[in-house]
């Protein structure tokens, strides 16, 4: 047996775009355990829940996240309509999931280019981010934003985008498709990519499980759950599969998430084909009470939402367990026996979110 | 749809019902803490790989102890630190206890209830 050395593994490091916090036991060059600290960038955000009145609170929660910023406020907004049973327009349900796939489509991207740039390829990681760029247009756009968008209320939505512009954003997509597919032949046959993703972080099928594994973590190993399938917003409109692979390593884990930008796309051009002209929100009355939990996808996987009401305008309590949170169980089992160079590697293969988690 | 029960349990009935959820093939999505400005509340959440999904709920006080499911949940251990950190809540038997260090937060207990809360 080697000597131990414990080494820190941020919260700054190069490879790391967060503040992500992992003591690693090592012994020489192999990861022997490893031990998580979060609470570094702590803001409190659910706290200040009891302080804001609940229609303006939405502003504060797209704010937990700039990636996932979207599908943040349209969980809150779920939440508390379903907590004071309001029934939102036709229209607004289509219109989130366009922005809520649009927003996938741009987490994996980003996600691609930092998993690209931690095994070293600079050029594939450029690409990603530059054919994300043509998705932020499309947010600038109907939006006014390209990472905070402010377009979700609860009851409804501040903007509707007309169907002129839908038809725009088709053409848009349709070229971000193509050049999306050149480079997912990358992320799928090259060398490179698959010397230093496969066979590395594997998680079984019963482990992803057990683990509490959530989103491409969970699917890249096997196990067919993706909250869409409850059918909130459009979603029980649309005709879609769960994208799974069996491997369970990080070449599974990245492929789920290029088979996503994919079907992303397809969702979208099925909601622009079903999307019904309408109103774009209703009239909400009174205050909530009770309390409501709601699941959703994030692109990093479930999200579960939970809001307590007390019949005045401030909640009790707004509780977000985001997707990282989740996984960190499943990352501290992928560590033990790795090489300290795939740490980089195995992190970012749960995507993992340190702003959402320390929401 | 997500269903919007929360069965009501003691604190001593927690680790049965875990039990009973893991037995029927339920794994754990999430634990978290709520209070009102006169009690607290400790909620569990188990979902079944077709998306079924039960809570439990249990009155808690600030300091009490209630028994970690982090033996039959392994995830446990991560809601449990967070609680114990944010609300003050302690739990026996944890697999891993980061020993209030999970949260490095400037005040203690942050989420609990205040004497602001009550007045």
Not at chain 1, 152 to 159: P, T, Y
Request: net charge negative; with cysteine.
């Amino acid at each position: 047996m080697g000597e131990r050395t414990i080494i820190p593994f941020g919260p700054q490091h190069p490879v790391l775009p967060e503040p992500l916090h992992l003591d690693l036991i090592l012994e020489d060059e192999k990861v022997v355990g490893a031990v998580p600290s979060i609470g570094f960038v702590h803001r409190g955000l659910e706290k200040l829940v009891e302080k804001r009145d609940f229609n303006e609170m939405i502003y504060v929660i797209e704010r937990i996240c700039g990636i996932c910023s979207f599908i943040h406020s349209q969980g809150y907004a779920q939440t508390i309509e379903g907590l004071m049973g309001v029934e939102i327009p036709a229209r607004v349900k289509y219109l989130r999931t366009i922005w809520g796939e649009l927003s996938r489509i741009h987490s994996h991207l980003l996600w691609l280019g930092l998993m690209a740039d931690a095994y070293g390829f600079e050029s594939l990681f450029m690409h990603c981010w530059r054919v994300r760029e043509k998705i932020l247009d499309i947010f600038e756009e109907t939006t006014g934003g390209r990472v905070i968008f402010s377009v979700c209320k609860v009851g409804g939505l501040w903007k509707d985008i007309d169907n002129e512009t839908l038809k725009r954003i088709v053409t848009v997509l349709k070229d971000v498709e193509k050049e999306t597919k050149k480079m997912a032949d990358v992320f799928t046959r090259d060398y490179t990519v698959q010397k230093r993703t496969r066979g590395v972080g594997v998680i079984t099928y019963q482990e992803a499980i057990d683990l509490g594994a959530v989103g491409p973590t969970l699917r890249g190993s096997g196990v067919v759950q993706d909250m869409r399938t409850l059918g909130y917003a459009a979603y029980g409109d649309l005709v879609f599969e769960p994208i799974v692979e069996k491997d369970g390593d990080c070449y599974a884990r990245t492929i789920v998430r290029v088979r996503e930008i994919s079907q992303s796309f397809d969702l979208i051009y099925q909601a622009i084909n079903k999307i019904p002209d309408g109103e774009i929100d209703v009239k909400v009355k009174g205050n909530p009470n009770g309390e409501f939990l709601t699941r959703l996808e994030q692109p990093r996987g479930q999200v579960v939402y939970y809001a307590k009401g007390n019949g005045t305008k401030y909640l009790d309590r707004f509780r977000v367990r985001t997707p990282t949170f989740a996984n960190i169980p499943p990352l501290l089992k992928m560590l033990p026996g790795a090489d300290l160079a795939d740490v980089p590697v195995l992190a970012l293969s749960i995507d993992p979110c340190i702003s959402c988690t320390e929401r | 749809m997500t269903d919007q029960t929360f069965n009501p349990v003691t604190v001593e009935e927690i680790v049965d019902h875990s039990f009973k959820y893991a037995n029927d093939g339920y794994r754990l999505i999430q634990i978290h803490c709520t209070k009102t400005p006169e009690e607290m509340f400790i909620i569990y959440t188990f979902e079944k790989l077709d998306l079924s999904c039960e809570s439990i709920k249990a009155n808690v006080q600030v300091g009490d102890t209630v028994q970690s499911i982090s033996k039959i949940f392994h995830p446990a251990f991560l809601y449990e630190n967070e609680i114990h950190d944010l609300y003050g809540v302690n739990f026996s038997g944890m697999i891993v206890d980061f020993q209030g260090t999970l949260y490095e937060t400037a005040v203690k207990q942050a989420f609990s209830i205040t004497a602001s809360d009550k007045e």
